[in-house]
């Protein structure tokens, strides 16, 4: 998710989509990644009928996907709509293939009104405050309604066991999904962060013939034990089968921003119902967890020890206790928390990354070491306490114009300068609430911009983190943020961003000298794929649109091993969901979102009952750049606001298979 007023990414944030779907729901795991065929009935040893052998397996050996073209105006409603048109090709052991035609499959549009398990409905998407009561947008008091979302974000898709929900006829799956804001009220008024988000568990029924899943219940999660959620984006399963959210753009308590102060108060009057309660920005910028119940609904417990930074989707590594954290902001860090124990983020320790020389965005080029500074060590509930009773000046001074006191060191924070000092005694309070300033002063490589997913490659110990571009603290010499001690330079900014890989071992040590108890430590980094500017086509693309552009979610998957890259740019015309194989090289477009939209909620599940998805979800449909031309707008918003409620509505959904074009080859 980029920033809500960074130009390069679009103006300030919208919508989503979904498209008809195939008689598939899902593509076969079990028969399809498994094995291709069976074995015959083999009778019991008293039986009088004669054995039959049986039939050799042929067991999956790889995968490939087919792309699709990216849509035009030679057919505008394909750019007005989530388009699908691409395949998967699945090779076995005895040389056959099959090849499968995929789709798009939404559960719901946000404003539908859904199930909501107990005979009754509830607004998809809609907002609720503290006391879990409706949230209304009576900006146009004739048409006063509950605000719901056009912005559904990161999604989780998992099985409990002993679940049991009412209207469920084949097997109980959930989906865990969250709503990260919404645009703008009826009469047009700007409600980005003005709203808490919600999270809602999705009780699905998955048809075990052909894994198709349709929504029976829809759970709004209450938020109250987390004292509401703040701008949740991007999304993690957890190993230990939870939902990880996130709270991007941690509010700054030293705003001198009129704006965002407005934002503040309407965030705590719709939350609370009251807007001379005050605001308490330490309470926001962490890491929610969501954990579901066999019933279908679900809980919130909020984290917040992990750093009060723009969490955007974290990591967990096969450890059950390392978290690796992007962190979407200029003058970011690759931070890392590990934890005390296993399955358990309620206390650890929290290192920023320190880049070593050589660092570049050239795929080809080596890239550089990377080594880790302790920032401090602490629990959940300690930091909570920090954040009740800490006024921001108690823990850190900050100046916008410099004091001429050496007491003071210049920072960037955001692509501004500042200059501060902790106060006395308050360096742990300010690791954990103050931690991007914590974490430059400590040393920290404070240089990326706009760090966002990451993910991990566990058969070659190799993790990903998106770029959602490559500008402003980044590029040498700059004057929004960039800092020679970082060792992140470049010398050209790269609007298209990229995606990292860093490889994975353990035997290290922290700046101390101590040793880092996790064998998933981060310690190399290089670039694996890199966007491309180029002065804009005929369509309005100002980034090549046969490559990736502002990647925003990633998700990789162990069986297909491939790479997810969801985008998030303002540099296509459409976003497109990618499909990167990591052994072959090969960049196949998936999915288009509509026209405006960014491609979120990307969750790849390798199997589930047998089955295999590809969760995704888009935003802000129709929320028109400067790379939509007025052409192109004329064109496009009349059909995107007919698809999307207006351009209010956003779907929540997944890619399917269809079972009828399979071929063998």
């Known amino acids: 998710m980029a920033e809500p007023f960074d130009i390069s990414r679009r103006k300030a944030l919208k919508l989503l989509a979904g498209a008809p779907m195939l008689p598939l729901g899902g593509i076969a795991t079990a028969s399809m990644l498994t094995a291709c065929g069976g074995d015959l009935a083999t009778p019991s040893a008293n039986s009088t009928t004669p054995t039959t052998p049986a039939t050799p397996v042929a067991n999956f050996t790889s995968a490939s996907f087919t792309s699709m073209p990216a849509p035009s105006l030679a057919n505008p409603s394909l750019m007005a709509t989530t388009t699908v048109g691409s395949g998967l090709t699945v090779s076995y052991s005895d040389g056959s293939q099959k090849a499968y035609k995929l789709a798009y499959q939404p559960f719901f549009m946000t404003g539908d009104l859904v199930p909501d398990g107990n005979g009754g409905t509830v607004l998809a998407g809609g907002y609720f405050d503290i006391n879990n009561q409706p949230i209304d947008d009576d900006s146009v008091p004739a048409q006063r309604r509950q605000f719901f979302s056009d912005s559904p974000d990161g999604t989780s898709l998992l099985k409990i066991d002993g679940a049991k929900v009412a209207g469920v006829k084949g097997n109980t799956v959930f989906a865990v999904v969250q709503f990260e804001y919404t645009t703008r009220s009826q009469s047009g008024s700007d409600m980005y962060g003005r709203l808490p988000s919600p999270i809602a568990v999705l009780t699905l029924d998955q048809d075990p013939a052909t894994g198709k899943l349709t929504l029976v219940k829809y759970h709004n999660v209450d938020t109250s034990p987390a004292n509401g959620l703040w701008i949740t984006c991007g999304a993690s399963l ?121 660092f570049s965005v050239d795929p080809a080029a080596a890239g550089a070491d990377l080594t880790w500074i302790k920032l401090g060590h602490a629990t959940s509930a300690e930091v909570e306490a920090m954040a009740k009773s800490n006024r921001p000046q108690d823990v850190i001074d900050v100046k916008w114009t410099d004091p001429a006191d050496a007491n003071y060191r210049k920072i960037f924070a955001g692509g501004t300068a500042q200059w501060v000092r902790i106060m006395p005694g308050k360096e742990k309070v300010a690791a954990f609430l103050e931690t991007h300033r914590y974490a430059y002063l400590a040393g920290g490589s404070m240089g990326f911009t706009k760090m966002e997913g990451t993910t991990v490659n566990i058969k070659d110990k190799i993790a990903y983190s998106a770029l959602q571009n490559i500008v402003d603290s980044m590029v040498k010499g700059n004057a929004k943020g960039w800092n020679p001690e970082s060792n992140i330079s470049v010398d050209a900014a790269i609007n298209a961003g990229g995606v990292l890989q860093h490889k994975l071992a353990g035997g290290q040590k922290d700046n101390q000298g101590a040793a880092i108890n996790s064998e998933w430590v981060p310690v190399h980094t290089s670039a694996l794929l890199v966007g491309k500017d180029i002065a804009a086509d005929a369509l309005g693309n100002k980034a090549d649109p046969e490559l990736v552009a502002n990647p925003d979610n990633l998700k990789f998957s162990e069986k297909l091993r491939t790479l997810f890259i969801g985008e998030d740019s303002g540099y296509h015309v459409n976003n497109f969901l990618w499909a990167y194989n990591v052994d072959t090289k090969q960049l196949t477009r998936l999915l288009s979102t509509p026209a405006g939209a960014e491609s979120t909620g990307l969750h790849a599940v390798d199997e589930l009952n047998g089955w295999t998805y590809i969760m995704s979800n888009f935003q802000h449909a129709g929320d028109w750049g400067s790379q939509h031309t007025q052409a192109l707008r004329d064109t496009l918003d009349p059909l995107v606001r007919a698809n999307y409620r207006d351009r209010f509505g956003a779907s929540v959904g997944y890619l399917t298979a269809d079972p009828t074009s399979i071929k063998l080859v």
């Open 238 to 358: 957890s190993p230990w089968n939870t939902h990880l959210s996130s709270e991007e753009y941690e509010p700054d308590a030293f705003t001198a921003s009129s704006s965002n102060l407005a934002q503040y108060k309407a965030f705590n009057d719709n939350l609370y119902g009251n807007a001379n309660i005050a605001f308490n920005p330490y309470l926001y910028g962490h890491l929610p967890e969501i954990t579901v119940k066999a019933d279908g609904t679900g809980s919130v417990r909020k984290h917040y020890c992990l750093g009060r930074i723009s969490h955007e989707l974290v990591q967990v590594m096969p450890d059950n206790r390392t978290v690796l954290m992007g962190d979407d902001a200029t003058n970011s860090g690759l931070f890392m928390f590990v934890a005390d124990n296993e399955k358990d983020l309620s206390a650890g320790t929290l290192y920023v990354a320190k880049v070593g020389a050589g």
